[in-house]
Nanobody, 112 residues
Framework: QVQLVESGGGLVQAGESLRLSCAASGSAIRNNVMGWSRQAPGKQREFVARITNDGTTTYAASLKGRFTISRDNAKNTLYLEMNNLKPEDTAVYYC??????WGQGTQVTVSS
């Protein structure tokens, strides 16, 4: 059974940075695509970034350059480095694994 547990969210001011982590457990994690999505209040969940097992990354166009996704397969951990945060980045951030596995989410709040 796959479990995904996010951490690292919090309240920051605009312009600051945060690093989210997602600890994964279970089988077949290392051979799958992992990624991050987010859901702002009153909005649909949206794609943020994804990374393949060999490190190929894809980003939402509006976030490329500020956000960096990475993974440590030895630690079964996914990361999202978020720089120059903006109030519009406020959302619950979810990590996911191919196969429709999702974490419980971590709240990121950016104040202006």
């Amino acid at each position: 059974q796959v479990q995904l547990v996010e951490s690292g969210g919090g309240l920051v001011q605009a312009g600051e940075s945060l690093r989210l982590s997602c600890a994964a457990s279970g089988s077949a994690i290392r051979n799958n695509v992992m990624g991050w999505s987010r859901q702002a209040p009153g909005k649909q969940r949206e794609f943020v970034a994804r990374i393949t097992n060999d490190g190929t990354t894809t980003y939402a166009a509006s976030l490329k350059g500020r956000f960096t996704i990475s993974r440590d397969n030895a630690k079964n951990t996914l990361y999202l480095e978020m720089n120059n945060l903006k109030p519009e980045d406020t959302a619950v951030y979810y990590c996911w694994l191919t196969g429709n596995y999702w974490g419980q989410g971590t709240q990121v709040t950016v104040s202006s």
